[in-house]
Structures are given as C-alpha cells and as structure tokens.
C-alpha cells in the first residue's frame, strides 16, 4: 500500500475515520453523561426527571468530566491512542501526496480560503451526513434528538473542544464574518424547532457544492446558471489580437501567479473594443497559455438569475478558484448607469473580485471605471481592441476558408463586409449550410453562399428607417456617357482595391476621419442615378438601403441627429451603401442665422457633415440640383457623378433596351423617330412602355406603335407638357383620335 493518497476521495475517507473516533469518544462521553436514564423508543422526543436533574448538576457553559469505569477508561484511551496514531498517518500521508503534486480538496479548501483546523473539522462534521446517511443517526443519538440530523454548533463543540475556554473561543468561527461563512461553505438549515432558537442549538450543513467538490466533482454550481466554462482549444479563427502578444500580458501574469510581484494585490484586466470575440479570445488565449480553463460570467443573466448580486458574485468567483479557472466578467458596459442599484452591484463587483478574485477578466465595449482604493490596492490593467481592421478580418477569412482555396479571395470579403471575428465565424457555417441545404454530403461552398451569408448577418435594423431595394440591373441596362460609366466602375474599384490602399499602403494611419466613400449623384429626374446605385450595389455584393426622408426628418428639435445617429450607428454594423435620394432637402445650403429655426436647421447641416465624415462605408447622395447642396459637403466627395439628360443618341439607345425580349413587339415601332422627336429622361421612357404594354395586353396582345403613342400621350399630360402635331407628326391623328373617343 502506497504511502500516500492516490486522489482526494482516499485522503476524504481518511478524514472521515478519523470523525468517526471523534464522534466515538463523544459517544463514551454521551453514555455517562445519560447513565441514569433508561433507554427507550421515546428517547429524544420527552424529557424525563432524570434529565433535568442532571442538567441542573452539570457545571454551566461546560458539561465536565462524569465519573469513569475502568472498561471506559480503557476504551477511552485506545481511542486516543487512534486518534494520535490516525493524526499522524494523515499529516503524513497528505504531505507526501502534494508533494507528489495530486490535488487533496480539503487541504485545497483549507488553502483557498485560510482555513484552521477547527474550520476544516467542522466543515468535514457538517458535510458528513450529505457523504454517508450513517452521520444522520450518530448526530441524531448524540444530540439526544432523532429529529435533528445535522450538526448543531453544540455538537461540533463537544466533538472538537477540549475545555470551556476551546469552545468560547471557537464560537468566532460561527460568526458571518468568519470564513466558513463568508464564503459560504456552511449554511444554516432553516428548522421550525424551538431549540434552534439557541445559537448552540442551530444545525448546520455544508453548502452543496462544496460536499460535491469534496467528493471530486468538477461541476459548475447548480445555481449558477449564467456562468459558463470555456475549456479546451479554442478555433484557431479565434486566436488573439496582437495586444496580448506585444505588451508584455503574459510575462506579467506569470509573474503574478509565481507570486513574484512586489505587491500582493490581485491581478485585473479591463478588455475593452466593441468585438465582445476578440476580447473573449484574448483572454481565453492568455488562460491556455498558463493552463487554466475560463469561467465566462455573463454579468446581464447573474443580474436576472433571481439571486442577491453578492451571493451571485460570491458563488461564480469562488466558482473560479474551486475550478480553478480565470473569471471572465462581460459585458461590463451593463454596469455604467448611475442608479443606485447598477451602483450597488458596481461596488459589489470589485469588493468580490478584491476578495476572491485571483486572474479576473472585465470586458466591455465600454471603459468601466474602478473605484480608487480598488487600484491603489491591486493591479488593474487596461487593454484596449480597436475595432477589427480590414487586415484581422482578411486573416481571419483566411483560416477559415483556406488561403487560396476559396471560392472568393478572403480580402475581397474583408473589405466589403465589417464583420468582428464572431461574425466571420458565422458567415461561414451560414454559408456552409446553404451549400449542404443545396447539394448535400457533397457540398461546396460558393461566392453566392459566402455573399448570401453575409447579408444574412449584416444588421437589419436599418429597415426602420429606410427601404431595403433589391438590385434588378445591370451595366448594359445603364445608358449614359462613357465617362459617367466609366467614373461609375472607378467606385467599384475604390471599394475593391480599399483594403491595399489604406491597409498595405499605409494611408489608414495618414487619416483620422474620411475614410469611408462619399458619392454624389446629380442630374434631373429619370436620369439614371437610382439604377446607377442598384448596379453598383449588384456588382459590389452589398445591400442598398434607400433611406426614408420622411422618417428621418423631424420638426422636434434633436430629433433629426437622433434618427441619422441611429442611421449611421446601424450602417456602421450592415454593411450596407446608404442611398440618399433627393439629398438637397437634408443636405442643404446652411443660411445666416436670424432666428432659433435657422439655428437649429444649421446644427443638423453640422451633425450631418460629423457623421457623413465619421461613417467608414459607402454614402451615395442623390440630388436635382447640385447647387443646392452646402459646399462642406461638395468638399467631402470623394466622387461627383454627373447625370447629364440623353441626347437623341442615348434615347435611341434606350428606346432599345426598354422592352424585355419577352415582350411581343411590333415591327412597326419606329425607335428612331420616338428618340428624335420625344426629348424624354430614361424614367419616363421606362413609362412609356410600361403602360403600352399594359395598353396591348387590353387588345392586340402585341405592343405596337398605337400603343406607344397613346402612352406616350398620358406621359406628356402628366409631365404637363401639350400633344403637338409638330412632335407626334404623321401619329398626331391617333392622339386626337383617343382624344374624341375618350
């Protein structure tokens, strides 16, 4: 037999044979005690004559010594002798196993918390009855109470007191301060008893976990319902920022566990960046490194579980170091407000961490303040994770789908969709899944699957402020100059080519504002811009948000700032071009101030022209009348599209392209002459043959030159403009024609 304890459940065993001695020398004892009292089925439940008297002959505060027979003596010291000799293996036996590095639970415990031998006595007394159900009915006889089955203070101060003076001493052991009770390792069993109303009478228990951490078991805390275990290895997608590598953390934190730094305080670190992955990552990453599993504590659900925050605290943090594990608080932003109750669990938070904390993790988007004493007292270091840069995201694309293998470049989805690492992740199962959903066992992931999954992802609260379009275009669809066109696919390439110019190149850290693409569209109605916007939109991958002016526009002051800081705050996270259409009404000149109105209407120019210069996506601004625009606005475009109305040439060309091949047209349409004598946008073109269509499917079935005519008539009636026989010539009579029938 081995000289040492294998594991904790032998050293456990141990310790309860040595209870059991304990509780047999206070049987001896008890025996004397109750010699004159006959025994009984009724013992416990009546108190007789005999045990008043010797109650009232007993010494108060201390029962004594009762006079002894020789068989009881003997016994007694045999027992003694037991308990020296089973003292002695068990100091032994323990030294010998920590020294061999296997893990005891209860000199762990008596570690952990600064425990006395008293302590680790009476927390073995308590928890013995949820170990072995024998305890319940050698408590119940030694208390002379078959309904009391766990320890009372009494019990526990015969079984290990040796005087009077021992046992008043102890009683500080009971107190709430005490560290049995402080951290919770014994509880007091709520009893309707009358006795119980006596401190001495009190029973007692150990706390649930602790027995079952006693007895091996890894588990979490059955109340813990919003903490978590993060063990294992992680996805290599999501290993740390560089932060963790390049300032010195993990130097720092091994110093700190080999308690080699000078101050004894514990060891804290505040991430904070708006990816709640990255953060999660780092500090995982930081956990690995020295073998320790992360107990994440989602600090929203512990102030929902039902519990009081200091018992919710108390239990996760001592959770972390039963485990052992890092505690990872998040997300911390959740205790920023100022009311007296976020306040209280603020204070609570850093009181528990000061007392239980050891390797503690807060994460925030936001900085949480600690009090003042807190970082006199302790280390506190603060790590900040800017958002994802376009060169984490493109690494992060890359473990993913493979550098090279994949069916989009992992750059090209870096710089169109702003994802966090968390978001990468999940586009890619969204897309794995689309692709089995599609082919099965035999699956395999596409552009479309990747450029779907994203926009699936992309935040779609937008939706309340704007209009989603679907882009329907092409590039053969849009009839413009070559120049416009070409300036059109030069956007494209600006949002293709970002990554290079700001990441590789450098430009990112030569600009503090500006980085996003501004775009103005001008020229008349009908012209091209919407279709322009859709196309681009089509070609990039992105979603295109047409946003709601009448929603947005308020005549509440501050009102206005609200719904485009909500706007930009939601594009931000969408990745979506935002679509401005008749921008000159929010977007206009500002004029000289002459009263609070023009004031106000200036403060929103203002704010517009921040987040227009803040926003790092796409902003297309579509306008009439340019020159109705303010000029700081003009000075922020990175492009000015120009819309110009078609000539005769580019009529044609539309006239061309403006019916499906679907459609069943007539020979008899003569394109020419529609685009030489109808000077006509591309939008009311697009009219035009919508209703001719609808006007044949009434009759011929074929769309023919009368249709187009007769539509062309309701156009120009509703741009206001007269049916002259010097426009419509030889087709004139079947305007007056409609005219006289109608």
């Not at 693409?517 to 322009?532: D, V």
Request: hydrophobic share 45%; proline share 4%; glycine share 6%.
């Amino acid at each position: 037999m081995p000289d040492y304890y294998e594991n904790s459940w032998q050293h456990l065993l141990a310790a309860l044979q040595r209870l059991d001695v304990l509780i047999e020398l206070r049987w001896l004892k008890f025996r004397r005690q109750h010699q004159t009292v006959e025994p009984g089925e009724f013992r416990g439940l009546y108190i007789s004559d005999e045990q008043i008297a010797a109650a009232l002959q007993a010494p108060t505060g201390f029962t004594g010594r009762q006079p002894i027979g020789d068989d009881d003596a003997r016994q007694e010291q045999e027992l003694l002798r037991r308990l020296a000799e089973l003292n002695r293996q068990i100091h032994h036996m323990t030294v010998a196993s920590l020294d061999r590095g296997i893990m005891l639970a209860l000199p762990l415990l008596a570690n952990i918390f600064e425990l006395s031998h008293f302590e680790i006595d009476a927390l073995l007394i308590a928890a013995a009855p949820q170990v072995d159900l024998k305890y319940e009915r050698l408590y119940a006889y030694l208390q002379d109470d078959v309904t009391q089955k766990r320890p009372a203070v009494r019990l526990i101060l015969d079984l290990l007191c040796g005087s009077f003076a021992d046992e008043v001493a102890a009683r500080a052991y009971f107190s709430s301060q005490a560290a049995l009770w402080r951290y919770q390792l014994l509880q007091w069993v709520e009893t309707t008893h009358e006795k119980a109303a006596s401190f001495l009478a009190r029973p007692i228990r150990a706390d649930e976990r602790i027995v079952q951490f006693l007895l091996g078991n890894a588990q979490v805390d059955a109340r813990l319902s919003f903490v978590q275990v993060l063990s294992g290895q992680p996805d290599e997608a999501a290993a740390p920022a560089p932060q963790v590598q390049s300032n010195g953390c993990l130097s720092l934190t091994r110093d700190y566990l080999e308690k080699k730094l000078p101050e004894p305080g514990k060891l804290v670190y505040f991430l904070h960046g708006p990816d709640p992955v990255e953060r999660r990552a780092a500090a995982a990453a930081m956990s690995r490194e020295f073998g320790l599993p992360l107990l994440l504590v989602d600090i929203e659900a512990l102030l929902n579980a039902g519990l009081p925050v200091e018992t919710a605290l108390q239990l996760a943090f001592r959770e972390g170091l039963l485990q052992p594990a890092a505690v990872y608080v998040e997300p911390c932003d959740r205790l920023l407000a100022e009311d007296e109750k976020t306040l209280y669990a603020r204070k609570v938070l850093f009181k528990t961490i000061a007392e239980l904390g050891w390797l503690t993790f807060l994460a925030g988007a936001a900085m949480l303040p600690p009090p003042e004493d807190f970082v006199r007292q302790h280390i506190f270091i603060h790590l900040e994770f800017p958002a994802t840069t376009c060169g984490r995201r493109q690494q992060l694309w890359e473990t993913w789908l493979g550098n090279g293998s994949a069916a989009v470049a992992p750059a090209e989805l870096a710089n169109k969709f702003r994802f966090n690492a968390g978001q990468i992740q999940q586009a890619f199962y969204t897309a794995k899944n689309l692709a089995i959903a599609r082919d099965g066992a035999n699956y395999g992931i596409t552009a479309s699957d990747l450029y779907q999954a994203c926009r699936l992802l992309s935040n779609q609260k937008l939706g309340q402020y704007a209009q989603k379009i679907t882009p329907k275009f092409a590039w053969d669809d849009l009839i413009l100059p070559a120049d416009r066109k070409a300036q059109l696919r030069e956007i494209c390439q600006w949002v293709k080519y970002h990554h290079v110019v700001f990441g590789e190149w450098g430009f990112d850290r030569k600009l503090s504002l500006g980085k996003g693409l501004n775009i103005l569209f001008a020229g008349p109605s009908g012209t091209g811009k919407t279709m322009a916007a859709e196309i681009i939109a089509g070609a990039l991958g992105l979603e295109l948000y047409k946003i709601d002016l009448s929603v947005v526009v308020s005549k509440y002051i501050g009102e206005t700032e609200k719904n485009l800081s909500r706007i930009f705050t939601e594009a931000a996270t969408s990745n979506a071009i935002l679509f401005f259409d008749e921008a000159d009404a929010l977007f206009g000149k500002r004029s000289e101030v002459k009263d609070a109105h023009d004031r106000y209407a200036n403060i929103e120019i203002n704010y517009l022209l921040m987040k227009l210069e803040e926003h790092e996506g796409i902003v297309i601004l579509a306008t009439n009348m340019q020159k109705n625009l303010d000029e700081a606005f003009q000075r922020r475009l990175h492009f000015a599209v120009e819309f110009p109305f078609p000539d005769e040439d580019h009529r044609r060309r539309i006239w061309r392209s403006v019916f499906p091949a679907e459609a069943p047209t007539s020979a008899d349409i003569e394109l020419p002459f529609l685009a030489r004598r109808f000077k006509l946008s591309g939008g009311s073109i697009k009219n035009i043959a919508i209703n001719a269509a609808f006007l044949a499917a009434q009759n011929s079935g074929t769309i023919g030159m009368e249709h187009v005519i007769l539509a062309t008539k309701r156009e120009f009636q509703k741009l206001g403009k007269q049916c002259v026989k010097s426009d419509f010539e030889q087709y004139y009579d079947l305007v007056k024609n409609s005219e006289e029938t109608s």
